[in-house]
């Protein structure tokens, strides 16, 4: 299985990084109508769509491969070689969601102002055109994060050596983007992140702020902030437009059967519940945030996640008045004895409400609820 995935690995590198920048055009990703262009199609701008989520997508599968080869050389030492090559090239792309030429003015998929990952479109060299909407597309690079135990690292000298080769001579490359690969955490983790610590608490700002992404009942796939100020381009007298709408689509971008514009999906919730508890493991106590924003109430990671987790239990836990979220006020599913305890898992669910809505049963990745509540209780 390793070897398949390393040969997708491979293809995903040689096909969906053309200039070899380690930022990948990644296309459809299963987004559907997340952004501003349909990305299954030539960019009606011409270059290329720089993928912010493609990209940290990329990451995470490269943490994914040093998780599973640092394993597998704890048997067979012949792995810490390729372990130290998913560690080589997860810090270069780090490097380049950031960073190009080095040089002050050029601008990548990271906006400092909005503090936040943003697509970008290129035409080569130094064009490009950051594309700011607030999206899962900006969250995901959040996946990317993995913590190094110390006694593993102590039981692979190979790798360690290489580890500490990096953080002697190239730790200028990982620590303008990431977090200090000197610096030890709790129990003396080491943490690989696409984001610094800086970086993540001013995307965590946008996140947890229920006027943008954090509903009652999860994180929205689009923040909020676009209900009300829509980000639009016009091409060749046509005009592009990306607008949060919580429910079903408005558009038939994709046939129109499903909406990455509002709506909350559990697997990319469940995803960015993982990413915040491994941020916990190497933060600790030591860093802590306001959640919900505004709310005066500071939490550290471990408790964000499980306050996220609770949220999306209100999607099917019932309410003072017996009714559950996802049924959307219907009598029959709420109320009558034949239907009320049999619980329908939809593909996702209304961004404001929480209404279930696309195709049911889909118990694939909604099913993961189970998980959350075996583990929050």
């Known amino acids: ?47 290329t769509l720089e993928q912010a989520d ?23 030492r012949i792995y810490e070689d390729i372990a130290t090559k998913f560690f080589e090239h997860f810090i270069l792309i780090s490097d380049a969601m950031t960073f190009r030429t080095g040089e002050k003015e050029e601008q990548s998929l990271w906006n400092e102002q909005d503090g ?18 607030r999206s899962l597309v900006g969250l995901i690079p959040l996946y990317a994060t ?93 005009e592009f437009k990306v607008g949060y709408v919580p429910g079903d689509s408005d558009s038939g971008l994709f046939g129109g059967n499903s909406n990455w514009r509002g709506p909350i999906w559990l697997c990319v919730n469940f995803l960015l519940v993982e990413s915040l508890q491994r941020f916990y493991l190497f933060f600790g106590q030591n860093l802590q945030v306001e959640c919900p924003v505004g709310s005066g109430d500071y939490m550290h990671l471990g408790h964000v996640s499980e306050e996220i ?42 961004g404001d409400n929480g209404r279930g809505l696309g195709a049911t049963h889909q118990c694939g990745w909604t099913g993961l609820i189970a998980r959350m509540i075996h583990d929050t209780g």
């Open 146 to 238: 993995l913590t190094l135990e110390p006694e593993l690292i102590n039981r692979l000298p190979a790798f360690k050596k290489r580890v500490e080769w990096f953080m002697t001579h190239r730790c200028d490359v990982a620590e303008r983007t990431m977090h200090s690969i000197r610096t030890r955490g709790k129990d003396n983790r080491i943490l690989l992140s696409l984001v610094n610590k800086e970086r993540l608490t001013k995307i965590l700002q946008r996140m947890l702020d229920e006027d943008e992404f954090l509903s009652p009942h999860g994180i929205r796939s689009l923040s909020k902030f676009h209900k009300k100020n829509p980000y639009s381009m016009e091409v060749n007298g046509q």
């Open 116 to 133: 936040f990952y943003y697509d970008a479109i290129s035409w080569g060299g130094p064009w490009i055109q950051q594309m700011p909407v």
């Open 54 to 76: 493609s990209t940290g997508w990329m990451a995470f599968y490269c943490l994914n491969m040093l998780n599973i080869a640092l394993e597998l050389a704890k048997h067979r």
């Open 1 to 47: 299985m390793f070897q398949k995935l390393l040969l997708n690995f491979t293809w995903w590198v040689n096909r969906k990084d053309v200039e070899g920048k380690n930022v990948f055009e990644g296309g459809f990703l299963g987004l559907d109508n997340i952004g501003l262009f349909n990305r299954s199609e030539p960019l009606p701008t011409g270059g």
């Open 309 to 350: 987790q609770h949220r999306l239990q209100h999607l099917f836990a019932r309410d003072n008045d017996g009714r559950r979220s996802i049924n959307g006020g219907d009598d029959t599913l709420d109320f009558d004895p034949n239907w009320k305890d049999y619980l329908w898992f939809y593909e996702f669910f209304d």
